[in-house]
């Protein structure tokens, strides 16, 4: 029963991922991606919270920051015309964190 809850809440968070995605194709505000990425990353920790899982959202989002500026500044590997944190979009570091937090629940079922 526990596991079929699992893999019930992946199927979930994929589906908030897609909605994301038709959200990204739709709008280029950053406010809007910005905001739907906090409540995905709010629901996503609502469904089936871990212990201290909370954290994964913060140490993703401080690595996209880090990985993105380094790209971005240092090595020049990617330009976003629109990027209002820095020259990169305010919602991608907070989608680097709902990231890390999917990836985790995802290895959760793996290992059981």
Do not use: C
Request: glycine share 8%.
């Amino acid at each position: 029963m526990k596991k079929s809850k699992d893999i019930l809440n992946i199927i979930l968070n994929i589906v908030l991922l897609l909605v994301f995605s038709s959200f990204f194709l739709l709008t280029t505000n950053e406010w809007i991606l910005t905001g739907i990425i906090i409540v995905l990353i709010l629901v996503t920790l609502k469904m089936g919270y871990h212990k201290r899982e909370w954290i994964l959202p913060l140490v993703g989002i401080l690595a996209g920051i880090l990985l993105e500026f380094g790209g971005d500044l240092i090595y020049k590997l990617q330009y976003w015309s629109s990027g209002s944190f820095f020259g990169i979009p305010l919602w991608l570091p907070l989608f680097w964190g709902y990231a890390f937090l999917l990836i985790n629940r995802a290895g959760r079922i793996i290992v059981k």
